[in-house]
């Protein structure tokens, strides 16, 4: 955990400079990895970022909700086509 959390830790001052649009996936009952120091940390600090908290969900959301996530994804994509 402690590799991790200085993993994390290192990466975060960069997020400011993503210049994709970022969707940052997590479940508020993660265990693994804090939502908050690190999905919410880069929906926040990315300029173009954004944050998808799934309730109840642990540390792999793709498989709770596959159907919910692919539909967030596909309109991150649409949102950036739009913009273009």
Aim: avoid cysteine; glycine fraction near 6%; charged fraction near 20%.
């Amino acid at each position: 955990m402690a590799v991790a959390f200085d993993f994390l830790a290192d990466q975060a001052p960069r997020y400011r400079e993503l210049e994709v649009p970022v969707l940052a996936i997590a479940g508020d009952a993660d265990t693994i990895v804090s939502p908050a120091i690190h999905s919410a940390a880069m929906a926040r600090d990315a300029p173009q970022g954004r944050l998808l908290l799934l309730p109840g969900v642990g540390h792999m959301p793709q498989h709770a909700a596959p159907g919910l996530i692919a539909a967030a994804i596909d309109a991150m994509f649409a949102a950036a086509r739009a913009r273009r």
